[in-house]
């Protein structure tokens, strides 16, 4: 793990073990992951699992990365975190 991976870990300990909490199920077959995305439908090639609270790790959302961006955005601005755009 390299020193960015590590800060972003020590400070979002809640988002890291939702992740892996669901990728042991997913691999263990209790979680099933669709092939499609569930907010518009589209069939990329990476589906992701996006989480809306952090304390119930097995509630996921798969979408695309477009969906997941949007989601996570209307996440941030409901909870009033402000993002510094590079």
């Known amino acids: ?26 691999s263990a077959g209790n979680i099933s992951k669709p092939s499609s995305c569930e907010i518009c439908g589209s069939s990329p090639k990476r589906i992701e699992g996006h989480h809306e609270d952090y304390s119930k790790p097995l509630e996921v959302v798969w979408c695309c990365k477009n969906c997941h961006r949007k989601l996570d955005r209307k996440r941030r601005e409901r909870l009033g975190i402000t993002v510094l755009k590079k």
């Open 1 to 26: 793990m390299n020193e960015v991976a590590r800060k972003t870990y020590k400070k979002h300990k809640d988002m890291a073990a939702a992740r892996n909490s669901v990728r042991r199920h997913v």
